[in-house]
């Protein structure tokens, strides 16, 4: 059971580049979430959606666009790359339900310079 | 604006102690709360939660308890073992909105560290 894999695992890009973040679960979660992780700063909310077809903007959208075409994944782009978005990035996917147990990728390391 | 705040980035204890992770949050309408535990270079993984309507949640050595008067959460460790070195995030869900996402809200994270 490989439960949600990110890839790439590390990522250089050069700022103004593009790129995908790639999510996938395989638990048939319902719910995604596309977190970033700052020093001091915990996990910042991107992205969600509740099911394929459906997104929604969470705390720190600017910079980023999602897509949800399927239920296993929930790819999270780029665009413009700026020093600013160099973070750890996390994917994480849930049932829906009162406890919010979400589970969690391995995270992607971006450094954009 | 920060609506859950970990107050102490860092916590070093001896082994065999007990550490004590302490959580504020802001909202009370947030109804259920949980403590997730990451090690470098891994995801969080979920480690206990507790429900608004409850004060206390136990799960062999960690327990959970909720000062809602104060908003205030906090996770005990006891005893303190050097496996559980990590960064400790707490979260709180979130006001459900239409979509009933509910969504997570999480603190800076405190860096627990057990030396033997």
């Known amino acids: 059971n490989a439960g949600v894999t990110q890839t790439p695992k590390f990522r250089i890009l050069k700022i103004g580049q593009s790129m995908t973040l790639q999510c996938t679960q395989d638990?048939?979660?319902?719910?995604m979430y596309w977190y970033r992780q700052d020093p001091g700063m915990g996990l910042k909310l991107i992205y969600y959606?509740?099911?394929?077809?459906?997104?929604d903007k969470g705390e720190v959208p600017n910079g980023y666009n999602v897509s949800r075409s399927t239920t296993e994944d929930f790819p999270l782009r780029l665009e413009l790359a700026a020093p600013s978005q160099t973070s750890v990035y996390f994917c994480?996917?849930?049932?829906?339900?009162?406890?919010?147990?979400?589970?969690f990728g391995s995270g992607t390391r971006l450094t954009v310079v | 604006d920060q609506q859950v705040k970990q107050n102490s980035p860092s916590l070093s204890v001896q082994e065999g102690r007990i550490s004590i992770l302490n959580c504020d949050y802001t909202?009370?309408?947030?109804?259920?709360f949980l403590w997730y535990k990451k090690y470098p270079a891994e995801g969080p993984t979920f480690l206990i939660s507790?429900?608004?309507?409850?004060d206390k949640n136990e799960d062999g050595r960690f327990t959970v308890f909720l000062n809602k008067s104060a908003k205030h959460l906090s996770l005990h460790i006891v005893p303190s073992q050097p496996g559980d070195s990590a960064v400790y995030f707490c979260?709180?869900?979130?006001?459900?909105?239409?979509?009933?996402?509910?969504?997570?809200?999480f603190g800076q994270g405190t860096t627990l560290q057990v030396k033997p």
């Open positions: 994480a996917s849930s049932y829906p339900g009162p406890s919010r147990r979400y589970t």
């Open positions: 638990m048939n979660h319902n719910y």
């Open positions: 959606s509740v099911g394929a077809g459906i997104t």
């Open positions: 909202n009370s309408m947030f109804d259920y």
């Open positions: 507790i429900s608004s309507i409850k």
């Open positions: 979260a709180a869900r979130g006001t459900p909105d239409s979509s009933n996402t509910g969504k997570l809200i």
